[in-house]
């Protein structure tokens, strides 16, 4: 077909994908043959050619030839859910970066508030999809770097391989850098943008970022290890190969010191002494009182102590009296109900509020965002600010 149909709800296309599974696990498992035989297609679908035809017309497998494959978006959707895809997508990050600064822009010069909600929604979805391809990336550069390593039996190749990834690895901390000082740099947005949602994502987002630095770090220091392993394995490889080749010429004794090197070396005395342990059987010890004294006179002469089991004492009255342990863990929900009957704003209720034990400002500022995350509707912003040793907070109210 010239143009192809397409799924018209979620329903119609999880029921499809539902009822083909068969089809699409054996594809999916053999996806990295070149073709797939349509013969086998049909009996996967029990032998129901117009099965294969809809999954074709619809966009799901593309036919050629005498072979079918999964579609490349379907694909690539199968490998990023079941996290098992080797491509590195640095492009997509980059993608999203782009995207952050047009919504934020819009953002700026809109003037009708429930469009300006909508690009708000917007930038903190694409905050929260930049933290996680970014960790994503991460994962898979570390999982390919072993693979390249471990797999790939091609010297040339595999140093080929990890050099890439390094590269990939230089373009991902790069797009951090570019993620956050978009971060830092938009504060007109930020500051409009009055958002404890927002907030929360902004932090969310630098936690993953100096995640991911840490994570790169170690790759960067792996990469650069195993291409040192895979120089040195090189070079050892070229000494094996002349050796051979002098050896198969009847010139190793002439041409190299090879017997006087092994003459020298005595390599034994530098492995360590084997101890077998030697466990006695329970009869000789209860039977053999000469072989009992000789072990304690082995203990005694090496200060190990007897470690016979006794009885424990008994338990003094003390022990059995209840000893109460008061934590510092804070019902916010009782909290919350209990503003809601207070006329204070929230950062003063809190101050007030009989807490049992005493809390550190720190521990009060924790709760008030707690507090503003957990009931976002039911807060009512006034736009102004107040501030309590050195912490700036808005003042809210109870809708």
Known sequence: MDVLTHFRSI?????????????????FE???LMKFPLGLAIDLVGGNEQRLRKLVDYGVLVESGNAVEIESDYLNFFEEVLNVNE???????????????????????????????????????????????????????????????????????????????????????????????????????????NDPHMAKTCSDVKHDFVEAYHALMEIDRQIISYINQ??????????????????????????????????ERNPLWME???YNKIRLSLEMLREN??????????????????????????????????HIRQLKEVNS???????????YNLFEFILKYDYKVKRSIEEHATLFCQL?????DECRLTGEYAIYQDIEYPIIYAE
């Open 11 to 27: 329903e119609e296309l999880t029921k499809t994908l539902s009822r083909e599974q068969g089809l699409l696990s054996e594809m």
């Open 87 to 193: 491509e590195i997508s640095v492009l997509s990050v980059q993608e999203c970066i782009n995207t952050l600064k047009e919504n934020i822009g819009y953002f700026l010069q809109e003037t009708n508030p429930n469009r300006k909600v909508g690009y708000q929604d917007s930038v903190r979805q694409l905050l929260k999809k930049t933290g996680f391809r970014t960790l994503k990336n991460v994962v898979d550069l570390k999982r390919n770097m072993d693979n390249a390593y471990k797999q790939e039996p091609n010297y040339v190749i595999k140093k080929k391989k990890l050099e890439n990834l390094d590269e990939k690895s230089h373009s991902i901390r790069a797009m951090i850098r570019e993620c956050e000082k978009l971060m830092d740099n938009e504060h007109a947005f930020f500051i409009m943008a």
């Open 333 to 343: 929900a009782e909290v919350w109900n209990a503003f809601l009957a207070s006329s």
């Open 230 to 263: 895979i120089d040195l394995q090189n070079q050892l490889y070229k000494k094996i190969r002349k050796l051979k080749y002098l050896q198969d010429q009847l010139l190793i004794k002439t041409d190299t010191n090879l017997v006087k090197v092994l003459e």
């Open 272 to 274: 360590s002494r084997q």
């Open 289 to 322: 009182d000469q072989v009992v004294k000789l072990l304690r006179r082995i203990a005694e002469r090496n200060g190990i102590q007897k470690t016979a089991r006794t009885e424990a004492g008994p338990l003094a009255e003390e022990d059995l009296q209840e």
């Open 30 to 32: 053999k996806r990295k």
């Open 372 to 376: 503003v995350i957990l009931h976002p």
